[in-house]
Structure formats: C-alpha cells, structure tokens
C-alpha cells in the first residue's frame, strides 16, 4: 500500500505574513504563490510551500520551553558563514544554544529555527 499523504506544505503563524514570507525567500529563495489579506504562500527550490498567515493576538513561541515544529536547514560546511546569512536577512540567535553543531535563530515572527552542517538521514 502507498502511502496515503504528501506534504503540502508548512504553514506558520503570524501577525505580519508579507514581512514572514519575505524573509524566508531572502533566507530560502524560492517564488510567491499567492499574496491575500490573510496569508502569503511561498513555493521554496526544494518544492516545499510555506504559508506565512495572520492570527489576530499572536505571540511567538518561547525558545526552549514552549512546544513548537520548526526548521532544520541543512547549510553548507560554513556555518558561521550561514548564521551571517540569516542574520544579514532578517533572523536573530535565540537566546539559548544547546549544542555547537547547531545554530538556533528566530524568525522575525519569533520562530525558531535551526541551522547545521550535519545531514540527518534515515
């Protein structure tokens, strides 16, 4: 039997979707799928879409504590190089880093967001 799901996409909470959406295809690249009043929709080179949408009274997960799904970019063997990327485009460190082959940076809706040099496989 085939699997019965795809993933469609991530979607990520916000109270600016444009500004969240911009970031991740300055950090990501990638091309807008659609842009309305309540979400921005962003199609990454990998194929994955990230919605970016507005929730009236959102605030941002705490970083470590609050329960959240976020990213793991994989970068390339410079990761201080990486984390200059993000940073120079929008994202900001967490205030706790839990291990050095990891870079933990916020998005500037508050989510965090990991980056390292190591490949997770199967």
Do not use: K
């Not at 990761?79 to 460190?93: I, K, S």
């Amino acid at each position: 039997m085939t699997e019965p799901f795809q993933l469609a996409g991530l979607s990520l909470d916000c109270a600016d979707p444009e500004s969240l959406a911009r970031f991740y295809l300055g950090l990501l690249g990638g091309r807008v799928l659609w842009n309305d009043e309540h979400s921005v929709g962003i199609r990454i080179p990998s194929g994955l879409t990230i919605a970016a949408q507005y929730v009236e009274g959102y605030y941002p997960p705490q970083w470590p504590g609050t329960p959240a799904v976020y990213l793991d970019l994989a970068a390339d063997a410079d990761l201080d190089l990486c984390e200059q990327h993000a940073l120079a485009v929008g994202a900001t460190p967490a205030p706790v880093q839990q291990d050095p082959r990891w870079r933990v940076l916020l998005d500037p809706a508050g989510h965090p967001f990991c980056i390292t040099t190591r490949v997770m496989a199967n």
